[in-house]
């Protein structure tokens, strides 16, 4: 089985010095490797040298040293030695140094196999690191073997909170999941409405990215565009990985871009970004949020305004003065290294030409380059890994009741239940490991011509940002970026387009308004209409059939005109009551024919105007019966000339049944009432309205369809007999033409009912109306002018065929034409 590390004389930067309690350290004093994607190389060098993480490593010693050193002493009898390795940023050199650190104390040569791993009793205690949590990751699930405790002071992401995959795994910074929260409650404290993130292709960049999309979409902030980084982003810049970047940095309209990924890869960004002038809003996360190397970049104005998180911020006590003093003369490998790649400045002119070309560093200058706060996460963790000490071996200010021959797991459950103060900072561990720390809200200040980094505010797990008010005032705006400053006009919507979070103005859909800039298009309610312009809602006017319509006053002038006929028709009618022509009409019928008539032209005046409960019921049923009636009498006078002329012996007889004029009458007048009563007892005509784009139409719905059409082809099917009856007797002895004249108002009846039927269907809802008033009208003309008109005639100007023998004069040449002779009575 193979190994976890290489046997060979190959070493990395270690920093080592004895003691009876050792504690290991891990830090990427080299940020990257010679490692790429294309080539393979057997010896792996590191490069890229990191001034802070040299200076956070030498916390750590200086911290040790501090409490070996102290007075009265913290551990009594006990002094703690160290074990510090370059990890280069890289996870296998990493797991290598992790290895070494692992080792049994009873042989410090061999290179430990896995299987070795558990049984072993590791000389390391503890382990503090590593920065990048990728490379956290993988220590973790090491260290873990042997119940190892290990303390981040850098890596943030939310994987390592997960105890059953990493039971020993501390940190002395925040987690990812509240640092995410924290940038995505600073979006929110400043109106920002879309953002776009930058990760990458490891623990820290991805879990950090997929958590600010999730919270983000919890405060219904548009995430424009997500980019995941690839692992080699910041060591092969051949490819079109960054081009494509920067592109979309262009085009986007996002309001804060956020890049949560390592130092190395966002200096590229930024370095494009000045390039290009790109004068954006920048969140970072604490990766790069206080980096100088970034912060030195020539025209960094030209990126925009920063805004970065970083853990709370406090400073190392006396260790500037350790850094000034060189180290108070503390010499190791590291150190050394470190005078090779910034020689001091004071022994600058001695050093060899080769040297000469190297920048050199007085103690004061690299004094500067502390940060305030990874640097306090180490000396944290140094004095958690003390405190944990303390009480698994009992210790006070006189001594120690345990040796040192104690098992790593019994340290790392006394470390994790440690809640004590260190300096001003009160610090305990959750179920989780992640401490009882926040972050501070960073701003680069560039109104001076040295950027300052100041602090504007904090935050705490389990709590709101606190941030300055005068900020808050500056950037809460509501005209921004995200609807790329857009002023639209009343009656226009600003609306997401496609993926994009930037909106265009789009007007608003018919029935919709929009009374404010942008505002979203709302529907107007059912009896409102919008406006031309879409800004306001306008009430629908009433459309009915109003009595200034032309085609309406047409139908009056009509319906009057038909009225004043029939009462004219009524009153020569009663004036020549006792004349043949009046019997041969049918006599007495023919009144209650002009009075069904005369309701039929009065119920036009019905159809007009607003429709009421009322004026639905009176019109289509009365209108049925009326004609009914009217028809009945028509028919019973026919039948009256069928059995007066005909002298078929077989017809005559079952006709002659028939000829009962008052039963006739009321029976066909019956039948329709039957028909027309349960129809207005149970389904009939009312009011309803139509409601077309401005107008609400108010018209007379029939009710039921099945009475309805029942009354019409009832009617139909008289006005049919009446054609037959009367087509049937117009080759009789008919002096007044009654068949002929009767057989044409029959045919009118059923063309005109037949034609405007379809067109009623077919109608606007305004005419409706109108078509049945039309249609009551010709009927009602229909008989009125063929078949009772022409009698007013002969009473008024052809008196003479008016008496009885005109009639049958003309009734004895009839049948001598037709070679039938005449028997008088």
């Known amino acids: 089985m193979s190994t976890f590390c290489s046997c060979s004389e190959e070493t990395y930067l270690r920093a080592y010095s004895h003691g009876d309690i050792i504690i290991g350290g891990l830090f990427p004093i080299h940020k990257r490797t010679n490692r790429s994607e294309s080539q393979f190389h057997e010896t792996l060098i590191c490069n890229s040298y990191d001034l802070k993480a040299f200076l956070q490593s030498q916390v750590m010693i200086h911290a040790i040293k501090e409490i070996n050193q102290r007075t009265p002493r913290v551990l009594p009898n006990f002094t703690i030695g160290y074990d510090i390795y370059d990890t280069c940023g890289d996870v296998s050199i990493a797991i290598r140094a992790t290895l070494q650190l692992l080792k049994d104390q009873s042989d410090h040569q061999s290179c430990l196999l896995p299987q070795d791993i558990p049984s072993a009793l590791p000389e390391t205690k503890a382990v503090i690191g590593e920065w990048h949590s990728e490379v956290s990751v993988a220590v973790a699930r090491i260290v873990a073997l042997s119940s190892v405790a290990q303390i981040s002071y850098a890596s943030t992401s939310e994987q390592l909170s997960r105890k059953f995959k990493f039971p020993t795994f501390l940190r002395t910074i925040s987690s990812d999941r509240h640092q995410t929260k924290a940038i995505a409650e600073l979006v929110d404290k400043f109106n920002w409405k879309s953002v776009a993130i930058i990760g990458s292709d490891d623990e820290y960049g991805k879990y950090g990215s997929d958590n600010l999309e999730q919270n983000f979409r919890n405060l219904d902030i548009c995430i424009e565009f997500t980019e995941i980084l690839p692992g080699s982003f910041s060591q092969n810049t051949s490819t079109n990985n960054l ?51 970034i912060l030195a970049l020539p ?88 405190e ?66 100041q602090t504007i505010g904090g935050y705490w797990p389990n709590e709101k940002i606190k941030i300055s008010k005068d900020l808050v005032r500056k950037y809460n705006v509501t005209v921004t970026a995200y609807n790329c400053s857009k002023t639209c006009q009343a009656g226009q919507e600003l609306k997401k387009q496609r993926k994009l979070c930037c909106r265009v103005c789009v007007p608003c859909a018919n ?100 429709p009421t409960k009322a004026s639905c019921k009176v019109g289509l049923p009365i209108f049925g019966m009326a004609l009914s009636l009217c028809i009945a009498c028509i028919l019973a006078n ?16 079952w006709i002659k049944k028939l000829n009962q004029p008052v039963v006739v009458v009321t029976i066909i007048s019956g039948i329709q009432l039957a028909v027309c009563v349960p129809w207005l007892y149970f389904d009939p005509p009312k009011p309803k309205t139509f409601l077309s784009n401005t107008t609400i139409m108010l018209y007379c719905d029939q009710g039921s369809e099945k009475f309805f059409l029942g009354m019409l082809s009832y009617n139909a099917t008289l006005a049919l007999s009446c054609f037959l009856f009367a087509y049937k007797g117009r080759q009789l002895p008919d002096l007044y033409k009654n068949a002929g004249l009767i057989t044409t108002s029959m045919t009118l009846i059923l063309i005109i009912w037949a034609i405007l039927i379809p067109i009623y269907i077919s109608a606007i809802v305004r005419y409706k109306r109108a078509i049945e008033c039309a249609a009551i009208l010709i009927s009602g003309y229909s008989i009125l002018g063929c078949h009772l008109a022409p009698k007013c005639y002969i009473m008024l100007f052809r008196k003479e065929i008016n008496n009885e023998n005109a009639i049958t004069e003309y009734i004895r040449k009839h049948y001598e034409q037709n070679n039938i002779s005449v028997v008088r009575s």
């Open 243 to 293: 081009a494509k970047l920067v592109s979309k940095i262009n085009s986007s309209t996002a309001e804060a871009i956020i890049i949560f990924t390592k130092e190395t890869n966002v200096r590229l960004i930024i370095q494009k970004a000045i390039d290009y002038n790109f004068n954006r809003t920048w969140i970072a996360s604490d990766a790069w949020s206080t980096s100088p190397s």
């Open 299 to 386: 025209g960094i104005k030209k990126a925009g305004e920063v805004f970065g998180f970083v853990s709370m911020r406090n400073e190392v006590p006396r260790y500037k003065d350790y850094v000034i003093s060189n180290f108070n003369n503390t010499t190791n490998p590291i150190i050394e290294h470190h005078w090779t790649q910034y020689p001091l400045c004071s022994n600058h002119v001695a050093q060899s030409d080769s040297q000469e070309s190297k920048p050199c560093m007085n103690l004061s200058s690299l004094a500067e380059n502390i940060d305030d706060d990874v640097s306090y996460n180490v000396y944290l963790a140094v004095q958690v890994i003390v």
């Open 388 to 453: 944990g000490l303390r009480r698994l071996l009992k210790c006070n200010n006189h001594g120690c009741t345990r040796d040192s021959k104690f098992r790593a797991s019994e340290l790392f459950l006394e470390i994790k239940d440690v809640n004590f103060t260190v300096d001003t900072t009160h610090i305990f561990f959750d179920h989780s490991g992640n401490p009882s720390l926040g972050y501070d809200i960073l701003y680069w200040n560039m109104a001076q011509s040295k950027i300052h980094i």
């Open 511 to 610: 029935g919709e308004f929009s009374a404010k800039n942008g505002e979203e298009c709302k529907l107007c309610n059912d009896t409102s209409y919008s406006s031309p312009q879409k800004d306001k809602c306008l009430q629908k006017k009433k459309d009915f059939l109003q009595w200034t319509d032309a085609f309406v006053i047409a139908l009056c002038v009509f319906a009057v005109f038909g009225i004043i006929v029939a009462i004219v028709t009524t009153i020569l009618f009663a004036i020549y009551r006792r004349t043949p022509i009046v019997k041969a009409v049918g006599g007495y019928l023919c009144f209650l024919e002009l009075f069904s008539l005369l309701v039929c032209f009065g119920l036009t005046f019905n159809f007009i105007g607003i």
């Open 638 to 653: 026919l039948l009256q000339i069928l059995v007066g002329f005909d002298f078929n012996q077989t017809i005559k007889l």
